[in-house]
């Protein structure tokens, strides 16, 4: 299959005008589309963390489930490693791709089976792959030991019930890297777990991630785990990435007007600064049935101009790596 351009510069995936689009049905007729996902354009460099950022509802588990090839493309392109997955048959995605590609779901309670053991939720997706009975029980010690379950014989016959929201996460991540994936997608890995445990978990994730050479998309609406533990960041808006750029950058001088909202918001150490006013965005986010024409957010935006309700921005870099879908820019 003819290789990617971009696969040249190192990128592992590559998305081209994604849009992801779910029919509105009224008895047997369409009356209409959520536009999950709406023309979304990213590359991703081999061996980087790269954080989606946004509030509930904005498309980020929607593009998570496009990737991994859960839900189809309504247009677009998702290139992994040179192979467009939106031109490949479903069950070639199914047997080849999900070998490649690791998930970490949100709730590890409702992402585990209740009635397998550690040791069955382990195997069952070397089963699939048809690894040989002695690897796979070698592979789940190993990766039990890896994220901090040990000794592995007091785990491998517990049911998912009898572990805590930590030990039952570091679960979720053995499974996720039990066939030795490229790249892991994690949804939210920390968001179900205490504050004490988030900074433990979400270091061992990097040590793994660095120990296998991992590339890792971390979805999150949580710019402080996300400044910590990603190189880059991209904030989604609406179904639509608005910016990207490196993580500290981003958080230290955001560029579109939502983001620098979304961190204004961000609790600040700085006792002077307790009770000074944030700036929040007026309003609601639009309908993704009928957003609106233009630019998505400029019914709530205090910069908004004549031509942001007319037309809709480009995502444009202004500097090496940063890119901003944003009329102040163009």
């Not at 369409?30 to 996902?37: L, M, P, Q």
Request: net charge positive.
């Amino acid at each position: 299959m003819e290789k990617s351009e971009n696969m040249s510069r190192g990128d592992i995936l590559v998305i081209k005008d994604l849009r992801v689009w779910h029919p509105v049905r009224k008895l047997l007729s369409i009356v209409g589309y959520v536009r999950a996902v709406d023309g979304v354009t990213f590359n991703i460099p081999r061996g980087r963390i790269v954080a989606i950022v946004g509030e509930s509802g904005c498309g980020k588990t929607t593009l998570a489930r496009a990737i991994m090839g859960l839900i189809p493309a309504t247009s677009g392109s998702i290139i992994f490693e040179g192979r467009d997955l939106t031109k490949l048959p479903r069950t070639i995605i199914r047997k080849w791709y999900t070998g490649q590609v690791g998930l970490v779901q949100q709730d590890p309670y409702a992402a585990m089976p209740p009635f397998m053991t550690v040791k069955g939720i382990l195997e069952e997706p070397m089963k699939i792959h048809g690894i040989p009975k002695e690897e796979r029980s070698k592979r789940v010690r190993e990766m039990l030991t890896e994220v901090g379950l040990t000794p592995p014989e007091d785990f491998v016959f517990k049911y998912p019930h009898m572990l805590s929201g930590g030990q039952l996460q570091r679960v979720a991540i053995a499974r996720a890297l039990i066939l030795r994936p490229k790249l892991v997608i994690a949804d939210e890995p920390v968001s179900m777990l205490d504050a004490s445990v988030r900074i433990e978990i979400l270091t061992m994730f990097r040590e793994l991630k660095e120990k296998y050479d991992l590339t890792v998309i971390y979805i999150t609406h949580d710019f402080a785990t996300a400044k910590h533990f990603s190189d880059e960041i991209m904030v989604m808006y609406a179904g639509q990435i608005v910016e990207i750029g490196d993580a500290r950058d981003i958080i230290k001088k955001p560029k579109h007007p939502y983001t620098e909202a979304l961190i204004s918001v961000l609790p600040d150490p700085d006792p002077q600064n307790r009770f000074t006013i944030k700036k929040t965005l007026p309003g609601e986010p639009p309908s993704l049935i009928n957003p609106p024409p233009g630019c998505r957010l400029w019914p709530r935006c205090p910069y908004v101009m004549d031509k942001c309700k007319r037309e809709e921005p480009s995502l444009i870099e202004i500097q090496d790596g940063r890119k901003v879908k944003c009329w102040l820019y163009a």
